[in-house]
């Protein structure tokens, strides 16, 4: 059981570059969300979805777009990347009821 | 969902109980207590959580305040590798959409 699989682990890239960070989870979960932790701070929620083809915005939405075309799949999209995207971004799914979140290992993405 | 407070950081000498407070003063009746912990820059852990009765797992024992308005996190013998970030988070059932505070950095010290 693999639980959150977020792919790539690092990632470099240039200003105004776009990249979609990958997001898999095989728990069979409703809910996933996508958060960004800074250094030093805590985690900030971007977007969240709640089923596939439904998201929403979190706290820190703008830059980054998210699709939902299945249960597995939770890819983030950074349209034209800004230095200040420079962060970890971790991935979580939660099922139903009072079941607690599970976390990826993150992708750590530099931006130049 | 409702706001927490936590310690900003604390310290535990090693082989000692940890006891990490949480308020949470504006609590509903249907919301739950759930605490994760993230060590260095992994991603956060489950620990354990709880709606009004004491729990207790392998990892730890949840104490919530019988008018529910704060909970402590108790490590029972806390090790070097329990130095992390604790996040103390209050969730409705079936609730999905999480707001993570500051957390409690917690030093363990040999």
């Known amino acids: 059981n693999a639980g959150v699989t977020q792919t790539p682990k690092f990632q470099v890239l240039k200003t105004g570059q776009s990249m979609t960070l990958q997001c898999a989870q095989d728990m069979n979960h409703e809910y996933m969300s996508w958060y960004r932790q800074d250094p030093g701070m805590g985690l900030r929620l971007i977007h969240y979805?709640?089923?596939?083809?439904?998201?929403d915005q979190g706290e820190v939405p703008n830059g980054y777009n998210v699709s939902r075309s299945t249960t597995e799949d939770f890819p983030l999209r950074l349209l034209s990347a800004a230095p200040s995207q420079t962060s970890v971004y971790f991935c979580a799914s939660q099922g139903m009821g009072n079941q607690p979140q599970h976390f990826g290992d993150g992708t750590r993405l530099s931006i130049l | 969902d409702a706001k927490t407070t936590q310690p900003t950081s604390m310290d535990c000498a090693e082989g000692r109980a940890a006891n990490l407070p949480c308020n949470h003063s504006t609590i509903s009746g249907n919301e739950y207590v759930y605490w994760y912990r993230q060590i260095h820059s992994q991603g956060p852990q489950y620990i354990i959580h709880?709606?009004?009765n004491n729990e207790t797992n392998e990892m730890a024992s949840l104490i919530i305040t019988e008018d529910r308005k704060s909970s402590t996190l108790i490590l029972p013998h806390a090790t070097l590798r329990d130095t992390a970030v604790y996040y103390c988070i209050v969730r409705v059932e079936g609730g999905f959409k999480t707001i993570f505070g500051a957390g409690t950095r917690l030093f363990v010290k040999a």
């Open positions: 709880g709606l009004k």
């Open positions: 979805s709640v089923g596939a083809g439904i998201t």
